[in-house]
């Protein structure tokens, strides 16, 4: 779908290089995204007049052919050529409808120790899997926000697979985020790469825990939220680009001072929410097992499931 957009931001009617710059510098490189917006949505953004917001994003509606209707027989076909992407749990893959599907942002959120970081590292493994082996024959893009990427788990997680660990790591692009603007910047480098090599799976680990801390208090709180959707919607235009898994992890919201809150709401609330195709809860069960929970789904009914995280990675 993405691929048939050919043409620059330049090319649009009444933009010339000066308009081009501003769109840039706002953060605005592409067509679709200036087909979805609203005029005085565009012209705050990116300060130009409202009436060049209005032409320019007619010119981008068709040049992106939004708008049109398709028939589901067609929408069905594509999504038939979506993969699933195995946890390497049946348990936790059924639940899934078959694995983390490409094209979709996948949110796993939980408390600390629920293996949110453990069924990351499996990932990375099992994306270099060949097709029938429930992988991608792909490589792995990984943002670690919390510095708890271990490529000895890796190397673990590699052998009881019966992969060379040497070789399952030089496919893993490991980039540290130091802080929330950081982590939207390193976006232009995981484009730069998808040129050089197939990705399969893009990780972030922890999408929130630098939004969290740098944007506190209620006065924050809408600001937070703007740069999280923008964060949010770069994941998802790569996952759609590159047909590839975006995996994220999520922790949940302490609330000492709500009695009836929900203590397992995740941070980012609707925006992270409605972004996310699929949200998995996980809870710690006894020991090694954990338990993880289909919140949000198009098409699946919520269930749960019930897997292990071992030295040999994630199991049923
Ligand atoms: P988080 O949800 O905070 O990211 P993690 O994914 O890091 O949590 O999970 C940490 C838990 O994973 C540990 O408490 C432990 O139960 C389990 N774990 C970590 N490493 C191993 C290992 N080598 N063998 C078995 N279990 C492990
Ligand atoms: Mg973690």
Not at 145 to 155: A, G, I, L
């Amino acid at each position: 779908m993405s691929e048939e957009i050919t043409k620059e931001i330049e090319d649009l009617p009444g933009v010339g290089p000066a308009t081009a710059e501003k769109l840039r510098s706002a953060s605005i490189t592409d067509l679709m995204e200036i087909a979805v917006s609203s005029p005085s949505e565009l012209a705050e953004l990116a300060d130009i007049s409202e009436s060049l917001a209005a032409k320019a994003i007619r010119g981008a509606r068709e040049a992106a052919d939004v708008g049109g209707f398709e028939t589901g027989d067609v929408i069905f076909q594509r999504r038939k050529s979506l993969k699933k992407l195995t946890t390497n749990s049946s348990k936790l893959d059924e639940l899934l409808g078959g694995g983390l599907e490409t094209g979709s942002i996948t949110e796993l959120y939980g408390a600390f120790a629920s293996g949110k970081t453990q069924l990351m590292h499996q990932l990375c493994v099992n994306v270099q899997l060949k097709e029938d082996e429930g992988g991608l024959g792909r490589e792995t893009v990984y943002i670690d926000t919390e510095n708890t990427f271990r490529p000895e788990r890796v190397s673990q997680m590699a052998l009881a697979l019966g992969m060379d660990p040497s070789e399952v790591l030089k496919r893993i692009h490991v980039a540290r985020a130091f802080n929330s603007n950081h982590q939207m910047l390193l976006m232009d480098s995981v484009s730069d790469l998808s040129k050089e090599c197939s990705i399969g799976i893009l990780i972030v680990d922890s999408l929130t825990a630098h939004f969290r801390a740098e944007y506190a208090g209620r006065g924050a709180l809408a600001n937070r939220q703007q740069k999280l959707n923008k964060y949010m919607h770069s994941l998802l235009r790569f996952g759609d680009l590159n047909s590839c898994v975006i995996a994220v992890t999520n922790q949940v919201q302490a609330q000492p001072d709500a009695f009836f809150g929900d203590p397992t709401r995740p941070i980012g609330g609707h925006i992270v929410g409605h972004t996310a195709t699929y949200r998995v809860y996980l809870r710690r069960s006894k020991g090694e097992h954990r338990i993880a929970r289909l919140v949000d789904s198009p098409c699946l009914p919520e269930g749960e499931a019930i897997f292990r995280i071992t030295q040999e990675g994630v199991g049923d």
